[in-house]
């Protein structure tokens, strides 16, 4: 029997960076990336077969689906929240179209191999939207089921496929008598992500990653959002490890086709204070940028992550000021000042 594989789309963006280090260092599937930008070299050595192309190019998936046999898929390729706003269409075409291929990609191939595919599916804060700062203010930590009329294509998109996947999940070809493989989709909505090792393109929740790594190269910043902005983050370790515990969960445990993930949720004001705290130079500023703070104010200040918690143990490692103090400031110091204990 061939090795499984796993495959993750829109391998080389800033999740799959510690995904691809995780999985490669579990070694139990033979990993198989497929992406528009190549992989970084240190990431390129670490995966069997690095394909680069489009998920909207079904030949290239046709291939992947002749050469291995994929259990297990991770899908992180999208156009994020800012990006999309400027081409709805296009994000439409690549966070909706792109996502179908691939749930139609893990049918087919569960179909082939007789096994459930294990579809992981990032969704995001940007389902909610939150009607005005005062029922955002009012509403503290929204459930999965509350406030989700986005704002955003990207939202939209991200919500749309949480149900294409639960339709994949538990009715897809409903009235057909044939036997059908099947796609065991689990979705995360991620908070804003923060990595110490890469920093974001085309999101709104950037400008907490873009201060932090502004400061550490000794450059200016201008936040385009006020100091009071609240949403949730996450440090990327935990967003990687929260990936692979769902994938690991016994899927009798699971309830939701889409699960809140919360870990801290500060304001800008008080990102800039633990980044003034690191780096005391920092050359911090505000410049409200009205539109792209629309989108923020839309997104809930906090999310409640009850059912992540009980139904798969999700526990993230870091709160706010040890994400800070025991990662991030260290691992971007280490980064681009050099030295370990600088
Ligand atoms: N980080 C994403 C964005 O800003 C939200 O999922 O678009």
């Known amino acids: 029997m061939r090795k499984p594989a796993v495959l993750i789309t829109g391998a080389s963006g800033e999740i799959g960076h510690g995904l691809i280090e995780k999985l490669a260092a579990d070694g139990d599937r033979a990993i198989v990336t497929l992406d528009l930008a190549p992989l970084d070299p240190s990431l390129a050595k670490k995966v069997k077969s690095e394909i680069i192309g489009s998920i909207l190019d079904r030949v290239a998936l046709e291939r992947i ?99 294409l996947g639960r339709y994949y999940a538990r009715h897809y070809k409903q009235l057909s008598a044939e036997h059908m493989g099947q796609v065991d989709f689990r979705g995360l909505r991620f908070p804003g992500l923060i ?17 932090i790594h502004a400061a550490a190269k000794g450059e200016p910043y201008a936040c385009f959002v006020r100091p009071d902005t609240k949403i949730p983050f996450m440090a990327m370790p935990d967003g990687v490890a929260a990936l692979l515990a769902l994938a690991k969960a016994p899927r009798a445990a699971l309830t939701l086709p889409a699960y809140n993930l919360g870990a801290f949720a500060p304001s800008a004001a008080e990102v800039e204070a633990e980044v003034r705290r690191a780096f005391p130079g920092a050359q911090i500023s505000y410049k409200v940028d009205v ?8 997104w809930p200040a906090d999310v409640d992550d009850a059912a992540a918690r009980r139904d798969w143990g999700f526990t993230p490692t870091y709160g706010f000021e040890s994400a800070f ?12 000042i050099g030295g370990p204990d600088l």
């Open 65 to 163: 689906l002749a050469e291995f046999e994929v259990d297990l898929v991770f899908h992180l390729a999208a156009l994020l929240s800012t990006r999309s706003e400027f081409s709805p269409l296009t994000a439409h075409e690549v966070n909706v179209g792109g996502t179908l291929n691939l749930l139609e990609f893990a049918q087919q191939q569960s179909s082939t191999h007789g096994r459930p595919v294990v579809f992981m599916y990032p969704s995001s804060i940007a389902v909610y939207g939150m009607p005005s700062l005062e029922i955002k203010a009012a509403a503290g930590r929204v459930k999965e089921d509350q406030w989700t009329e986005s704002t955003t294509m990207y939202g939209c998109n991200k919500l749309y496929c949480e149900q």
């Open 195 to 211: 990595s110490a090792v890469t920093v974001p393109s085309g999101g709104t929740s950037d400008f907490a990653p873009e201060m």
């Open 291 to 298: 539109k792209r703070q629309g989108i923020v104010d839309s």
């Open 325 to 336: 103090r025991e990662y991030l400031i260290p691992t971007i110091k280490r980064r681009y």
